[in-house]
């Protein structure tokens, strides 16, 4: 089978074209600005197109009509983007993906679209998020943290609108909080803004610099391993028409707590790699000023997964393994390990600007 994977050279991706390519049965086609989180891979299935994907139609047509799946891993996934440049988080998100949703109808391919957990956004009635019940509710228009939620959502539901006029075959991945080495890139002690939580405190802990807790760490994520995401997406590339025009949370409900209880468990976990103290202090800040205003937050809930168990597939790993995996590439890699800028990626932005779908936030 020939994938293309849109988004190949970040997080998911990277893992994903590992994943594929472990079992020799896949030719694997992606595309990105940077292909760095890759650069020990060295195969003739594997083919890599380093460019924006917004620059080059005529490459991604191409590279699309060729596809027997093409996955699109493309988004703007920093909430200090949402709240500095949201034009440009909605003109990626889903204008751009929407292009590709339209390329995909061309050619007639199957589309494996990574949206986000974010498009529950308040949402806390029930017990879990259910995709087939749950109500998707956003903050009010001056919260500009909604921007990327938003955009997601109205991309799910314009795909949703096209498979049931049997224009798409597409089947829609909402991640909660993908963990594992490689994620995202790290940043200088201190700062504020940028990417996920896990960043922020993998730099702290390396450096002795803060950890952070944006209004207090109060909200709850389930956090799963992304070895198990790669076996859930397996799961659906293996199982095409009872993923057909079907929409499917990805996480793991039981490795939910507080973020307030992550920044713990780091700790332990860290003194436990590293058998040195934790000397980096705990300090409360307040989101907009981390982040910037109209940043907004709200408690989540754990993903209800029981249509992607139906299709026989089970996360696995507890959220102390999920996390120790992830540390434990950093503290093994020092030399690399705090960067002060990231590396490239879908948009050619650097630094505060980040793609690749599906982390903590």
Not at 88 to 101: G, K, P, T, Y
Not at 345 to 351: A, F, I, L, N, P
Request: aromatic share 10%; glycine share 8%.
């Amino acid at each position: 089978m020939r994938v293309a994977i849109l988004g190949a050279g970040g997080f998911i991706g990277s893992h994903l074209v590992s994943h594929l390519l472990s079992d020799g049965k896949h030719v694997v086609v992606g595309l990105d600005t940077s292909n760095e989180k890759l650069a020990d891979i060295s195969t003739e299935d594997y083919i890599f197109y380093q460019a924006d994907v917004r620059q080059v139609p005529d490459l991604l047509d191409e590279i699309i009509r060729e596809a027997d799946v093409v996955v699109d891993l493309i988004a703007h996934a920093n909430p200090s983007m949402y709240v500095a440049n949201p034009i440009d988080v909605f003109e990626l998100n889903f204008m751009q993906n929407l292009h590709i949703a339209e390329v995909c109808m061309r050619h007639r391919k199957r589309l494996i679209q990574y949206s986000s957990a974010e498009v529950y956004g308040k949402a806390n009635d029930g017990e879990l998020y259910s995709e087939e019940t749950t109500d998707l509710v956003m903050g009010p228009v001056s919260k500009q943290r909604w921007i990327y939620a938003s955009a997601k959502m109205l991309l799910e539901r314009v795909l949703y609108g096209y498979g049931v006029s049997g224009d798409l075959e597409y089947t829609i991945v909402r991640p909660f909080n993908f963990v594992g080495p490689r994620l995202d890139y790290l940043v200088p002690p201190g700062s504020m803004g940028g990417p996920r939580v896990f960043p922020h405190w993998m730099s702290a802990l390396l450096t002795g610099g803060p950890l952070y807790l944006v209004d207090g760490g109060h909200v709850h994520r389930a956090f799963m391993h992304i070895a198990d995401a790669n076996a859930g997406f397996q799961t659906l590339l293996d199982h095409p028409e009872e993923s057909r025009n079907q929409t499917f949370n990805m996480g793991n409900p039981n490795n939910n707590l507080k973020v307030r209880e992550l920044a713990y468990l780091m700790i332990e976990v860290y003194e436990e790699l590293t058998g040195h103290k934790v000397k980096s202090p705990i300090i409360e800040v307040d989101g907009e000023e981390f982040y910037g205003e109209g940043y907004e937050d709200s408690d989540r809930l754990p993903p209800d997964i029981s249509k992607l168990q139906e299709l026989g597939w089970q996360p696995r790993r507890d959220v102390r393994t999920t996390f120790r995996d992830a540390m434990a590439y950093y503290v093994d890699r020092p030399e690399e390990s705090v960067l002060i800028t990231a590396p490239e990626s879908m948009t050619g932005t650097t630094g505060q600007q980040l793609l690749a779908e599906g982390g903590v936030v």
